[in-house]
């Protein structure tokens, strides 16, 4: 049983198993402790020590390639031999700001980026209680925040290449050293600017947890808030014109307007009351803007 994680200079209480740390007679857990493949990683952390899973242990995380050991000094050696050591980083940039960068990673672009991808999905699993998918890659692209500040990965989100719903995100954590920065707030509003940009309207995978759904409502009112301040606002008529305007699925919308109380029904037809959204906002906290300057 993983105790702590030290991740950089943060010793971290794992919120939850993740059970390819633990099992370390298996194969795939032998690769993420650098001993396979050697073609793509030459430092070598702790690999053929066996852990009894019945006792308590700590686990050190390289901060560049998310491999690990149960040897706090090993990691010290493997930093010499890390594949993405100094600035180097997996993945193609693709936003930037003074505080942070986004990097999207694909599987299918080298076999290191996939079992970067791996290393990290593992990691995150410490942090999300209901994400299951750690070694099937392929179908997926991961998107990590960096904390330029501390140079590290502050969290990510994932979303399927291929969803069979419109699904724009599967899952997303931030973990604890950086969470109530906004980041969460920022990896969904990058989600939705990927769907936009396809013409699309997009969701998260569901079921959302308690603390996911208060997030999302969060993001889904501060956007509709924003397009009825707007001009764009004077030509919309639908449902379906606000929904790709803001890239959000028209049934989140609904839960939106739901949530606000801005749904009323007069004569047995169903309209939207304007002033009730203002009045949310007025009285609510909502989250800023994405911020479209940092897209590269």
């Known amino acids: 049983m993983i105790q702590f994680v030290h991740y950089g200079p943060h010793k971290i209480k794992p919120w939850y198993e993740s059970r390819g740390y633990i099992d370390l007679e298996s194969k795939s857990s032998k690769s993420y402790r650098c001993k396979e493949p050697k073609s793509l990683w030459q430092g070598v952390l702790d690999s053929e020590q066996k852990v009894d899973p019945t006792r308590e242990i700590d686990i050190w995380?390289?901060?560049?390639?998310?491999?690990?050991?149960?040897?706090?000094?090993?990691?010290?050696?493997?930093?010499?031999?890390?594949?993405?050591?100094?600035?180097?980083?997996?993945?193609?940039?693709?936003?930037?700001?003074?505080?942070?960068?986004?990097?999207?990673?694909?599987?299918?672009?080298?076999?290191?980026?996939?079992?970067?991808?791996?290393?990290l999905s593992l990691f995150g699993k410490f942090f999300l209680e209901t994400k299951s998918i750690c070694f099937a890659m392929d179908g997926f692209l991961i998107y990590e925040v960096v904390d330029k500040t501390s140079g590290l990965v502050a969290g990510f989100f994932s979303k399927e290449r291929h969803p069979w719903f419109n699904y724009n995100l599967a899952c997303i954590v931030t973990f604890p050293p950086f969470q109530r920065r906004g980041l969460g707030q920022l990896m969904i509003g990058f989600s939705y600017r990927l769907t936009r940009e396809q013409g699309e309207v997009g969701s998260?995978?569901?079921?959302?947890?308690?603390?996911?759904?208060?997030?999302?409502?969060?993001?889904?009112?501060?956007?509709?808030?924003?397009?009825?301040l707007?001009?764009?606002?004077?030509?919309?008529?639908?449902?379906r014109e606000l929904a790709m305007l803001t890239g959000i699925e028209p049934s989140d919308v609904v839960a939106a307007f739901q949530h606000m109380g801005a749904i009323s029904k007069v004569k047995g037809r169903t309209s939207v009351d304007v002033d009730k959204i203002f009045d949310y906002a007025t009285?609510?906290?909502?989250?800023?803007?994405?911020?479209?300057?940092g897209i590269v």
């Not at 909502?286 to 911020?291: G, I, S, Y």
């Open 61 to 119: 995380i390289c901060p560049k390639c998310f491999l690990y050991t149960s040897v706090g000094t090993d990691i010290d050696s493997h930093s010499a031999f890390c594949r993405y050591k100094d600035s180097e980083r997996p993945g193609r940039k693709v936003y930037d700001t003074e505080s942070c960068s986004i990097y999207e990673l694909d599987p299918s672009r080298s076999e290191s980026e996939k079992l970067y991808m791996q290393c």
């Open 204 to 228: 998260p995978e569901l079921p959302l947890s308690a603390h996911g759904e208060k997030t999302y409502l969060a993001y889904w009112c501060g956007e509709i808030y924003r397009v009825f």
């Open 230 to 239: 707007s001009e764009e606002a004077g030509n919309m008529h639908s449902l």
């Open 283 to 293: 009285s609510h906290r909502l989250p800023p803007a994405f911020d479209e300057s």
